[in-house]
């Protein structure tokens, strides 16, 4: 379909050299292009699908966005509302999704919504929707703390009518195929901080080697050096957690776990990188024309999106519960 045919590391190599870019919001885009809207019409999609919408997707032709979050579910996805009811050969959506990237610009939306009224982790299906079609309402570019290179939108739907047929894989099943692919979201997203990170803590060391205070060096003092040190300590450590998961995922194994301790691990290292570099940075620091005021901003999304700290400790806990007792 266009696409290379390489095994999900490539995926993260990409990620970790968009780290070089010098704001979040652009690398989060192309995260979503090719890693978020994606990932379940590769697996599950049609070869019809696939032609209409992959096929463009990944020549760069179409913009795609994916419909999961709404105003009362974010990390609680299976809390969604919006409804996509059988109708003939048609599906009817209404409802609404909120914080969508890219939801401004796209091209067509991977949908997730309620296809059914059965149990909540059974009734969700996922659906290509062509973001023209009448009904559909982008109410506003939401403006945000950072990642502000990247539009996100909130967006209703008001009957709109797409084929049946747009249906990615099993009616039911949209649920798990969206569990299947936050695990390599997350993994993307840790990819795409640990160059920023390492950016901040080296033009941290620059700065803080030519600024004088007190006649010396700010680096000159201990506890500056000894800081930076420890940050960059702990940047490597997540880096060799995220090869770990890598490793253990392209062999084919379950990594729920370690994806979502290391989502966890990349969103406190960032907020801890950004904040103890920028007091660094003294006034400097809280001025936009420095990149580590940009990225306090933009980096602050990795513990909310994706996935919270607090959901990623969550299903931490229950895969520890499962291990069998010493």
């Not at 009904?135 to 506003?140: E, L, R, T, W």
Request: proline letters at 3%; aromatic letters at 8%; hydrophobic letters at 40%.
């Amino acid at each position: 379909y266009g696409g290379m045919g390489l095994d999900f590391s490539y995926s993260i190599a990409v990620a970790e050299e968009l780290g070089n870019i010098r704001c979040g919001g652009i690398p989060m885009a192309i995260g979503v292009q090719a890693g978020m809207a994606t990932p379940a019409l590769t697996r599950f999609g049609s070869d019809e699908l696939k032609k209409q919408f992959l096929v463009p997707t990944i020549a760069g032709d179409f913009v795609a966005c994916l419909g999961i979050s709404e105003a009362g579910a974010g990390s609680d996805v299976a809390n969604i509302k919006t409804t996509a009811v059988r109708k003939g050969d048609e599906y009817v959506i209404n409802g609404g999704k909120m914080w969508t990237t890219s939801g401004c610009q796209a091209d067509w939306m991977c949908l997730l919504a309620n296809t059914s009224e059965g149990p909540a982790h059974r009734n969700k299906s996922l659906i290509c929707l062509p973001m023209n079609l009448p009904g559909i309402h982008v109410a506003k570019k939401i403006d945000k703390l950072g990642m502000r290179s990247s539009d996100t939108a909130q967006i209703f739907f008001e009957d709109v009518r797409v084929p049946s047929k747009n249906l990615i894989g099993e009616e039911g099943k949209g649920f798990t195929y969206q569990m299947l692919q936050f695990q390599e979201e997350r993994l993307w997203g840790v990819a795409t901080v640990l160059t920023p990170l390492e950016t901040i803590i080296q033009e941290t060391i620059d700065y803080t080697r030519q600024r004088k205070v007190f006649d010396q060096s700010v680096l000159h003092n201990q506890a500056v050096h000894f800081r930076l040190a420890e940050l960059a300590t702990e940047v490597e450590l997540l880096r060799s957690l995220l090869y770990r998961t890598i490793a253990l995922y392209v062999e084919g194994n379950d990594v729920t776990k370690f994806a979502s301790m290391a989502k966890l691990k990349a969103g406190r290292l960032a907020r801890e990188v950004t904040d103890s570099c920028l007091q660094f940075w003294g006034g400097m620091g809280f001025t936009s024309e420095v990149l580590v005021s940009r990225f306090y901003r933009d980096l602050r999304l990795m513990s909310i999106g994706g996935g919270t700290d607090e959901t990623m400790l969550s299903i931490i806990c229950k895969y520890m519960e499962t291990l069998p007792s010493k």
